[in-house]
Nanobody, 125 residues
Framework: QAHIVESGGGLVQPGGSLTLSCAVS????????TGWFRQVPGKEREGVAC????????WYQDSVAGRFAISTGTANNTVVLKMDNLLPEDTGVYYC??????????????????WGQGAQVTVSS
């Protein structure tokens, strides 16, 4: 299983931007599905975005499409989630996860088997 560490969370005002990074070790990410999820107290964890290599279209939850962008980081085995025009409803703990398949993207929690510890994102004025 992968060892995953997220970084880059914090407090930002509505309309602001944040970038989350996901560093993965023990497995190679090339063409493997890597996703970002978020969770707020009392609600189920939900998929936000997924990437599975350059030949697979990324997947985004409808509420973040056009505002968030997932990409491979400049460092090896990293995935970055750039979040623009943040809204208060984007608040939550964001988790990075690696999935069971290659060349495929999904926001379904059950398709992922390794998870990071999470990074808090708070959007508030």
């Amino acid at each position: 299983q992968a060892h995953i560490v997220e970084s880059g969370g914090g407090l930002v005002q509505p309309g602001g931007s944040l970038t989350l990074s996901c560093a993965v070790s023990e497995v190679t990410l090339e063409n493997s599905m890597t996703g970002w999820f978020r969770q707020v107290p009392g609600k189920e964890r939900e998929g936000v975005a997924c990437t599975s290599g350059p030949s697979t279209p990324p997947w985004y939850q409808d509420s973040v499409a056009g505002r968030f962008a997932i990409s491979t980081g400049t460092a090896n085995n990293t995935v970055v989630l750039k979040m623009d025009n943040l809204l208060p409803e984007d608040t939550g703990v964001y988790y990075c996860a690696t999935g069971l398949y290659r060349f495929y993207c999904s926001g379904r929690v059950t398709m992922y088997d390794s998870w990071g510890q999470g990074a808090q994102v708070t959007v508030s004025s």
